[in-house]
């Protein structure tokens, strides 16, 4: 990652994918305790700084997840304001009152009618779940919000079906899309608000139980019980690798084994 970063961002001026290296790198410094992936985290912060608005023509907008990552990592100003600044933003202007939305027009405020996606509610979720329990303040305020935004979010029917299997991009021509392993974003900020909140909550079981409803049909319809995942959760089953479907799987796999699915497979 270190190494090929620079390659990366020498052609990349798109700003959420780079900061979504960021976050990729503040994941890798949390398990490997790695300095240098960190710091990896914060260069990438401040190179994609300069793109911001400035405050007082409109509150930024950023990519949620690495602010408040950065934030929580750190403890330093410069992080916990632009975390401040990126939540409200998206809460005022990117959340529709059922999902939140990636484009907003930068002279009126106003929400561009958009197909929604889940990745861009992933992220929120994701950042909001770490921001809402930094202190009791920010839970007091935040976490109500969390609440609405993942209830919502999870049984939105444009991509959860009648039988809770996330369909997002299974339907049309858009099968073979690379966006269709981006379903992994909302599933991991499903399991990072459930790691962090209060697991008898109803909130906190119904992400428990849709998480579980997408391992199942991983294992039943997307796979042979094999490596293979298809990108398409209501099957056929892959006979053959793709990244879309690995990409996809990866992040539910490793949010059911985090929520105890070895026993729910022995419980099969």
Not at 176 to 197: D, H, K, N, P, T
Request: proline fraction near 4%.
């Amino acid at each position: 990652m270190v190494q090929c970063y620079p390659l990366y961002t020498r052609t990349e001026s798109d700003v959420s994918p780079t900061m979504t290296w960021a976050l990729a790198a503040i994941y890798a410094h949390r398990a490997y305790d790695n300095q240098s992936l960190l710091n990896l985290s914060t260069q990438v912060w401040e190179q994609q700084n300069k793109f911001v608005v400035p405050s007082q023509f409109i509150q930024r907008s950023q990519v949620p997840g690495t602010n408040v990552s950065l934030a929580e990592n750190l403890r330093q100003c410069d992080y916990c304001r632009s975390r401040d600044e990126s939540e409200l933003f998206v809460k005022s202007h990117m959340f529709n009152g059922t999902v939140v939305i990636d484009r907003v027009d930068m002279h009126s405020c106003d929400k561009v009618a958009h197909e929604a996606v889940t990745y861009d509610s992933g992220l929120f979720i994701e950042g909001l779940s770490v921001y809402s329990n930094q202190s009791d303040q920010t839970n007091a305020m935040w976490a109500p919000f969390l609440d609405q935004v993942v209830q919502e979010a999870v049984v939105f029917s444009g991509w959860t079906g009648p039988d809770g299997i996330n369909f997002e991009y299974e339907r049309g021509n858009r099968q073979s899309g690379a966006q269709i392993g981006l379903r992994s974003v909302f599933i991991r900020g499903l399991f990072e608000a459930w790691s962090r909140m209060d697991q008898t909550s109803s909130t906190a079981r119904l992400v428990e139980s849709y998480v579980i409803v997408q391992y199942n049909a991983l294992l039943d319809f997307a796979s042979n019980r094999s490596n293979l995942y298809s990108p398409l959760w209501h099957g056929p089953p892959a006979t053959a690798l793709t990244p879309q479907g690995q990409l996809a799987a990866l992040d539910t796999l490793n949010s059911a084994a985090g929520l105890g699915a070895p026993i729910l497979l022995s419980s099969r």
